[in-house]
Structures are given as C-alpha cells and as structure tokens.
C-alpha cells in the first residue's frame, strides 16, 4: 500500500524550521575562493544552485566548479541556473580551472556543468580535457565529476568518465512518481541506465536526491532499491529548498531524524555510503566518498 504524503497547512510550510538555519559565508578563506573565482571567471554550483553549504565549504579552501556555461537547456522546476539558450562554450575554460585548483590548493574538487543538449557530444570533449588538465597540473587532487544526462549518448558518457577521475556521479533528483513535474526533459529508467553503464565502465558510482517535493517513503525506499540493483555505490539525500516562487513548492519539511531513518534503509539495501541530512547537498563531504 503507498503511503500518502502528509502535506502541511500554508503556514506551515513556509515557515522554514530551526534545522535549516545556515550561516552567512564570511571570513578570509572565503574572500580569497571568490576573488579567484572572479578573477578566473569561473563558474560554480555553489553561487548558481544557491548552496546553503557554500560559506562552510568555501571557507575551508573548497568549491564546485560548473564548466560549459552557466546557462541550462533544461527547464527542471527545483533548479535556480538559469534556462535558455547556452553561448558557445569556452575552449580555454578545462585550462583555466586547472590553474585555479592549483592556486587554490585544492586536495579534492567537484566538478559539474549545466545539460548541454544542443552539442552533438552534450559537451563530452569539455568534460575530458578539464579532467585530464586538472590531474596533470595537480595530480594529488583527487575529482569528482557530477555529470549532466547524455541522453543516451553512450559514446559521449564514455568519454565524459574515461579521464581518470575518482568519482562520478549523476544526480536522480526525485522518485519515479514526480519526474515528469520536476524533470519533465529527463527519464527516470534512463538516468538509471546511465549510472549501471558508468557502473560497467569501473567507475566509483554516485546519485543524490532531493526531498519534501511530495515523495512518500515507499517511493524513495523504491528508488534506492533501483539505485543499487543499478550498481550505485554512494547516495546523498538532502532537504529541498525552493529558489524563487517561480520554483516547484516545498511540500514537507523532512525531519533530521527521518533523514537518519533514510540513510539506515539505504545502508541495508546495500548502498555502499549514504549521506542524509536536511542540509546535504552532491557536494558535500565529497572527499570522504573517494574511497567508498
């Protein structure tokens, strides 16, 4: 029997609960990550997803970085990166954030990037080259690559993941039930492909999803039934947060010890690693997850 969500009063849900409480980003650490951002004029997840995370990460020398623009040609409803359509990409940008993780000494970085559905290799070449820069300017930095969905495109996923990264990861966002609402552009049995494929390839595997956009607990038990029979190793589950009214409402609250519930069932359905909290985001603790 599914179980229906429990759907809080008006009041209730827009009032955001003491958990979710973050602080400001301040201090030197962070002032010298967003100077070299600007200087480099380099993009990243954490300025524009909104990270609740981006003051603890970037005050510790850390930072996500997003190549081929910052202009999506997805329309998903819970992301604040803007939608429409992309510029040409930059050639020199694999070099430019090679050089940044250098001056900024970084021991582990995540890279990620906006779908580029319009480029015959939904911008593979990209991928590889900042990859393969990155581990020969520094090759002690150890990479996570949280890549975009191909389409199908299996010869472009192959070359996204073939430069010797340590970690990929390809985010499901939600449960079966809601993709058409919150991914309308993307399948659920093909994003599932997508990391069993990876999977073959002898990749690390990693997936994250978001909750309180109306899932039950049937159906996110189901999703990390499909995750591991699907060769995942490590999953991230974190609180939705709305960016704009514009952006898919925030149906439920989901309580820390309901977060802790989640990361026990995932742990006994053979996922290898869970990371489960309300402010979990792919990102975070991400150096912990390359030796899962």
């Known amino acids: 029997m599914i179980e229906l969500p429990v759907i809080p009063s008006e009041q209730q849900r827009k009032k955001r609960p003491d958990w979710l409480r973050v602080k400001l980003p301040i201090g030197p650490e962070y002032a010298k990550v967003r100077k070299l951002v600007d200087e480099h004029k ?6 524009s997803g909104n990270c609740p995370n981006m003051g603890e990460c970037w005050g510790a020398g850390t930072a996500t970085f997003m190549i081929l623009g910052n202009v999506c040609t997805r329309s998903c409803t819970f992301c604040a990166v803007a939608t429409g359509r992309p510029n040409e990409y930059d050639t020199d940008e694999p070099r430019r954030v090679a050089e ?31 990859v393969r820069l990155i581990k020969e300017a520094s090759p002690s930095t150890t990479i996570e690559t949280l890549i975009p969905d191909t389409k199908g495109n299996w010869d472009a996923l192959e070359r996204m993941i073939s430069a010797g990264q340590e970690v990929v990861s390809h985010n499901m966002e939600t449960v079966e039930r809601l993709y058409r609402r919150v991914r309308p552009q993307a399948r659920y049995e093909r994003s599932l492909e997508q990391i069993r494929r990876t999977k073959e390839y002898g990749q690390r595997t990693k997936s994250g999803i978001m909750l309180g956009l109306g899932e039950t607990h049937d159906e996110v038990f189901k999703a990390m039934d499909d995750l591991a029979e699907n060769g995942l190793d490590i999953l991230t589950l974190g609180q939705y947060l709305q960016p704009t009214k514009m952006h898919h409402e925030v149906i439920e609250w989901i309580h820390p010890d309901t977060f802790a519930m989640y990361r026990e069932e995932g742990l006994k359905r053979g996922l290898k690693y869970v990371e489960s909290g309300p402010l979990v985001r792919s990102s975070y603790h991400a150096e912990k997850h390359v030796n899962v």
């Open 42 to 47: 380099l993009h990243t997840i954490c300025e």
């Open 100 to 130: 940044a993780i250098v001056l900024m000494k970084v021991k582990h970085a995540v890279i990620t990037s906006v779908n580029r559905d319009e480029l015959k290799d939904r911008g593979a070449e990209i991928w590889y080259q900042t």
